[in-house]
T-cell receptor, first 110, second 115 residues
Framework: QQPVQSPQAVILREGEDAVINCSSSKALYSVHWYRQKHGEAPVFLMI?????EQKGHDKISASFNEKKQQSSLYLTASQLSYSGTYFC???????????FGSGTQLTVLP | KAGVTQTPRYLIKTRGQQVTLSCSPI?????VSWYQQTPGQGLQFLFEYFSETQRNKGNFPGRFSGRQFSNSRSEMNVSTLELGDSALYLC??????????????FGEGSRLTVL
């Protein structure tokens, strides 16, 4: 079953913060985040494994709440280059198979 | 290091025809997975191959098939095309030495239009 992402779209100004949420009804093993710019291939951001860890690089970080089967992606002090569609992918059970959410379209305006 | 290469990039077919798409993974990557991307459904998993064996399959009809060769290159085939098969087909490779899906490196995709 596809994870649910929210919001579906968000518009913000450069320097503002944003949070994108991803929730699943299944017990998750891992959560993956990708960003896809228009007309380009999705690009890997990070993987979070069950255990409630938080990861980050630069001003983008994420958390994984194993109890709630939810993950959140945090974008701090957004830059124009952050614009794109963000997808969470979830993995559960023993299958090495990512099920992606429908995406969150993020637009950063100057 | 060359990225994932998909061919052809664009193609137009008519209903009932079949199509074969090709994917060359990053050198050294033995896992290749395929995804269908449409505006309404997002990214949907088709199948994953590792060392010429299909390890996982998504919820698609049997008209969708694939294979992987000994050099890790992969092809997917869609037979008896339907209008709803119009989509961007993405291939992703990974080294996949982990117990879970690792970082996927996506190609730019093959955009299929079915008329």
């Amino acid at each position: 079953q596809q994870p649910v992402q929210s919001p579906q779209a968000v518009i913000l100004r450069e320097g503002e913060d944003a949070v994108i949420n991803c929730s699943s009804s299944k017990a998750l093993y891992s959560v993956h985040w990708y960003r896809q710019k228009h007309g380009e291939a999705p690009v890997f951001l990070m993987i979070l494994l069950k255990g409630g860890e938080q990861k980050g690089h630069d001003k983008i970080s994420a958390s994984f709440n194993e109890k709630k089967q939810q993950s959140s992606l945090y974008l701090t002090a957004s830059q124009l280059s952050y614009s794109g569609t963000y997808f969470c992918g979830t993995e559960s059970g023993s299958a090495r198979q990512l099920t992606f959410g429908s995406g969150t379209q993020l637009t950063v305006l100057p | 290091k060359a990225g994932v290469t998909q061919t052809p990039r664009y193609l137009i077919k008519t209903r009932g025809q079949q199509v074969t798409l090709s994917c060359s993974p990053i050198s050294g990557h033995r896992s290749v997975s395929w995804y269908q991307q449409t505006p309404g459904q997002g990214l949907q998993f088709l199948f994953e191959y590792f060392s010429e064996t299909q390890r996982n399959k998504g919820n698609f009809p049997g008209r969708f098939s694939g294979r992987q060769f000994s050099n890790s290159r992969s092809e997917m085939n869609v037979s008896t095309l339907e209008l709803g098969d119009s989509a961007l087909y993405l291939c992703a490779s990974s080294s996949n030495r982990l117990a879970y899906t690792g970082e996927l490196f996506f190609g730019e995709g093959s955009r299929l239009t079915v008329l």
